[in-house]
């Protein structure tokens, strides 16, 4: 199933932090990981979600 993006928010942040929410919930941190994700890792957790 296909699904389009209704809706990207991107927020400035400062101190490495790099995190990406879906519907309010965190998916993914790098604060968290301690590295930056690579676009598959970003759509995989999406899809999860």
Known sequence: MRR???RLE???ASG???EVFKDG???YSKLDTGSFPEA?????KLKQS
């Open 4 to 6: 389009d993006i209704d």
């Open 10 to 12: 991107l927020v400035p």
């Open 16 to 18: 490495g932090a790099f």
């Open 25 to 27: 919930i965190l998916i």
């Open 40 to 44: 598959s890792d970003i759509t995989a």
